[in-house]
């Protein structure tokens, strides 16, 4: 039935938004899971700390796969890969929706992010072979990439009257139907593309070693503030990391078709747009993941509240990634990426002296000024590593672009979360040192020593946004080495 309103002409348009459909769903269940935390830990009697692993185990399993869904999928076809992923990630959904205790929620959530992982490299693979090289590609990635936004955005808004009318499980048994209509788009409209079948066996043991060496680093990265950075555990998982890693790269110089490609790394073009992706990612989710913290915790607003603040946020980037787009052909993608991280580097800035007495706006405006930066540069950037590799290789490519992002957004709460513990200890100490609680009352001395916490509090964000602004500020100029000498409708020139 669908097919009767589809032409040649407007079938790449469904395709595309058969993949925005199901990075929609994913992005969208990541985010909603969160929300159903507490009903969670009520329904099994767990502790917060136990429930933690929920969130965990998804991250882990998400990075880890990756990789290993690019691969599959430029070996064994893109749509192939898409369709098994989709319907394994429906499936966890179920599963996760009847969960009876944490140790299944576990176990099922790992399932939904392993299908989950399956998304980014075959989605942006699916849209490279649709869309022709230049201008029309890196629309088309433009408006793939404003879904993830939107996702961040209707998470918060949708989860909660799910879980206040239909209780936690409704988060996740929402997927179905949606699932299944983006599976019957997908079956319906995607076409196959870059499929090269090989003599050889795939890369599993590359996957393995890939896979030890990134679960050790994302766990101490997700762990390491609770367990101590320099503690034993945090120590082993250094050296976990370290080992595999070294063993993964005696494993891929020697495999005639590696799950990543090494000679990735030997082209600059990928590399500068790896690095200042990375840079990007890690300032912007390390540092905005403090802001819900702040709008709750400081300004007294509830979970509902602070999803309204997000609106904007995602209007912004929905308006600027297909602006960025437009650009391509006419300004060099350099100049567009440098002046996207400039600008989401000013809005980071801008989030610095942040006051308890604030008013919404002083959070809205900072998120649009950073989204709309974020916006213009993402289909650039995407863009060119599509258009850098050859396109038997887009998916392993793009699942590389992935997983730096996702390893930059656990380095950066990482690395943003310590420098928020680490100045308010110092600052405590320090106001603490200047100041006098002119009475003896017990409960005069609480209130100013509770005083010099929110003090200190306040400081270190204003810190950490001090930072973070700085750093993506720099990271603008770097841009400068991006440089790409032609973008046509054919394919992309490095220098």
Do not use: C
Request: net charge positive.
């Amino acid at each position: 039935m669908l097919k009767k309103f589809v032409t040649e002409d407007n079938l790449k348009w469904w395709v595309l938004f058969t993949v925005i459909v199901g990075t929609f769903l994913g992005r969208l269940d990541q985010t909603i899971v969160n929300l159903a935390l507490p009903k969670i830990i009520s329904d099994f009697g767990i502790t917060v700390s136990s429930a933690g692993w929920i969130a965990t185990a998804y991250i882990l399993a998400n990075a880890v796969f990756v990789p290993v869904w690019g691969k599959l999928g430029d070996v064994y076809g893109q749509k192939r890969i898409y369709i098994i992923g989709f319907s394994l990630f429906i499936f966890g959904s179920i599963l996760a929706g009847i969960a009876w205790s944490l140790s299944s929620m576990i176990v099922f959530r790992v399932i939904q992010a392993i299908a989950g992982s399956a998304d980014y490299p075959t989605a942006m693979a699916i849209i490279a072979y649709t869309f022709k090289p230049g201008k029309e590609r890196a629309q088309a990635l433009g408006l793939w990439s404003s879904s993830f936004a939107a996702a961040s955005v209707f998470g918060p808004l949708l989860g909660g009257p799910l879980i206040d009318n239909f209780g936690w499980r409704s988060v996740f048994l929402i997927n179905l139907p949606i699932g299944i209509l983006g599976l019957l788009l997908a079956m319906v409209f995607v076409r196959e593309g870059g499929r090269r079948f090989k003599e050889h066996s795939f890369d599993w043991w590359g996957a393995i070693t890939l896979g030890a060496a990134l679960s050790s680093f994302v766990l101490v990265l997700d762990k390491g503030l609770e367990w101590g950075w320099l503690s034993s555990n945090s120590m082993l998982a250094y050296f976990a990391t370290l080992i595999f890693g070294i063993i993964f790269i005696k494993i891929e110089q020697g495999h005639d078709d590696a799950i990543v490609d090494l000679k990735f790394f030997k082209n600059r073009i990928f590399v500068n747009v790896l690095a200042n992706n990375f840079l990007v990612f890690m300032t912007m989710m390390g540092s905005v993941f403090l802001i819900p913290i702040f709008a709750q915790t400081y300004l007294g607003y509830d979970a509902t509240q602070t999803g309204m603040l997000f609106i904007p946020m995602a209007f912004m980037m929905v308006l600027a990634a297909p602006f960025g787009g437009s650009l391509t052909g006419k300004v060099q993608p350099r100049w567009v990426i440098m002046a996207s991280t400039l600008v989401a580097g000013i809005g980071l800035y801008m989030f610095s002296s942040p006051d308890p007495r604030s008013s919404a706006l002083a959070i809205i405006v900072p998120l649009g000024v950073m989204a709309f930066g974020m916006g213009f540069g993402m289909a650039q950037r995407t863009n060119i590593i599509a258009s850098a590799v050859p396109q038997n290789e887009i998916g392993a490519a793009s699942s590389v672009l992935a997983l730096a992002r996702n390893i930059a957004g656990a380095f950066g709460i990482a690395v943003f979360g310590t420098i928020l513990q680490n100045v308010t200890n110092s600052k405590v100490l320090e106001i603490g040192r200047n100041s006098l609680i002119n009475s003896h009352k017990l409960v005069d001395f609480q209130i100013g020593t509770s005083l010099i916490i929110l003090k200190a509090q306040v400081a270190a964000y204003d810190r950490v946004f001090i930072i973070a602004g700085i750093m993506a500020i720099i990271g603008a100029f770097g841009a400068y080495w991006i440089k790409v000498e032609k973008v046509s409708t054919e394919t992309v020139h490095v220098e």
